[in-house]
């Protein structure tokens, strides 16, 4: 527990560090945690992946958008990985106001919770963001789905299920970083590059995933998903210091995510 705190606290640091707007909402989701009895060590909230992409608008939603599987996976791993990217689907929506598919991620967000073993306390928070949306309450919206991380974090450390939470932030990061960076590749400036949601952070999930137990940290997932963070990992070390990502660079980060994000959604 003890080097788990070290590495969610680095990665905290590395994560929001310059990011004024996600210094708030990770303030929202600490306090959310601290309530819950979960302290101050898990990943930041995927809300900050986020926080960028007002200044990146117009968002390409319908090209960006991917629903869930119509079949759940029978491992927790993948679900939690879903659940995350699903997160950050959520977040997409409040950012398009897109109420057509507040419906869909309400309902999905309860077929996940209950895979994985955690239904009883994510049903009621899966119908309220349902009902903001559907009264135009976009910004509450947003904090529910906060709320709703912190609330599937606790339930499964409850469960003892803590890899599966880095899961979770895992899986919100690879899909925020997909959106952001294929927004930027598809409408590239400097400034636009600068604004990609710290590809960095792929060197802490590497380390965290190595500490995975090893039946999680060998699956033919988290292999593929190691591969393409690994690939992240490498273009944030070329990039020059005080320089934005070149094109050819978000263009590979974008293809690395997007191929995790695929292998993720892979249900057999």
């Known amino acids: 527990m003890a080097s788990s705190a070290r590495w969610c606290a680095s990665l905290l640091f590395y994560s929001l560090a310059g990011l004024a707007a996600a210094h708030a909402a990770s303030g929202e989701i600490d306090r959310l945690r601290e309530e819950l009895g979960i302290g101050r060590f898990m990943a930041p909230s995927i809300e900050a992946v986020f926080q960028e992409l007002t200044s990146l608008e117009p968002i390409p939603f319908d090209r960006v958008w991917r629903p869930l599987p119509d079949r759940l996976p029978q491992d927790r791993p993948r679900m939690a990985l879903l659940a995350g990217n699903l997160l950050a689907d959520g977040f997409l929506v409040v950012e398009d106001q897109r109420t057509s598919k507040v419906s869909t991620v309400g309902h999905d967000l309860v077929r996940l919770a209950k895979g994985l073993g955690i239904g009883d306390k994510i049903t009621k928070r899966g119908r309220h963001v349902i009902d903001l949306a559907e009264?135009?309450?976009?910004?509450?919206?947003?904090?529910?789905?906060?709320?709703?991380?912190?609330?599937?974090?606790?339930?499964?450390?409850?469960?003892?299920?803590?890899?599966?939470?880095?899961?979770?932030?895992?899986?919100?990061?690879?899909?925020?970083?997909?959106?952001?960076?294929?927004?930027?590749?598809?409408?590239?400036?400097?400034?636009?590059?600068?604004?990609?949601?710290?590809?960095?952070?792929?060197?802490?999930?590497?380390?965290?995933?190595?500490?995975?137990r090893p039946r999680l940290r060998n699956s033919m997932l988290m292999q593929t998903v190691g591969n393409d963070l690994r690939d992240i990992r490498d273009v944030a070390a070329e990039k020059q210091p005080n320089r934005p990502y070149t094109l050819a660079q978000v263009k590979r980060i974008h293809e690395a995510t997007r191929d995790a994000d695929s292998a993720i959604s892979d249900v057999e």
Not at 144 to 173: C, N, S
Request: hydrophobic share 45%.
């Open 135 to 212: 009264k135009d309450r976009w910004t509450e919206m947003r904090h529910e789905l906060v709320k709703t991380q912190a609330e599937v974090e606790a339930a499964l450390l409850g469960l003892k299920d803590e890899d599966l939470v880095h899961l979770i932030a895992l899986g919100g990061w690879l899909r925020g970083l997909e959106i952001t960076s294929g927004c930027v590749a598809d409408d590239y400036t400097a400034d636009r590059a600068a604004r990609l949601f710290q590809p960095d952070v792929a060197a802490k999930f590497i380390e965290r995933i190595q500490g995975f």
